[in-house]
């Protein structure tokens, strides 16, 4: 049986620790001072987004984004083969013969479920915000 300390354990030695723990505030003014005049531009070849927060000038990128989240993955993955994704979802202890590209949540390691439930909680649409 898995324990509440296991699961923080787990999580501490994530690459993605940090940004499941910080706890920005967020305001949705600023959501949609951001959002509203937005407009993407590509420059170096990569995307830029151009905004403005509180009256002042933000460009986000996938590098900024990556590095403000402390990702640590420079380099980034824009695609994963199959192999590589079922490799990596053994690595994670899921528990099925790998003949297709539907998972379920159930089958992985507790570990991973319980950030698999947090993630898709986080992700879902919610009717009171």
């Known amino acids: 049986m898995m324990i509440f300390a296991d699961i923080v354990d787990f999580l501490n030695a994530s690459s ?17 001072q951001f959002w509203s005049p937005a407009k993407t531009k590509i420059a170096n070849n990569e995307t830029q987004i151009y905004a ?25 993955a824009t695609c994963l083969t199959t192999v590589e994704i079922f490799e ?13 590209l539907s998972f379920e949540k159930a089958l992985f390691s507790p570990h991973w479920k319980y950030l698999i439930h947090t993630i898709l909680h986080c992700l879902s649409s919610k009717s009171t915000t």
Do not use: C, Q, W
């Open 16 to 32: 993605i620790s940090y940004s499941l723990t910080i706890n920005p505030t967020v305001y949705v003014s600023y959501i949609k």
């Open 52 to 76: 403005k927060v509180a009256g002042k000038s933000v460009v986000v990128t996938k590098s900024s984004v990556r590095s403000d989240l402390h990702f640590n993955d420079e380099d980034g």
């Open 88 to 100: 990596n979802l053994a690595l994670m202890g899921y528990e099925k013969d790998y003949d297709k």
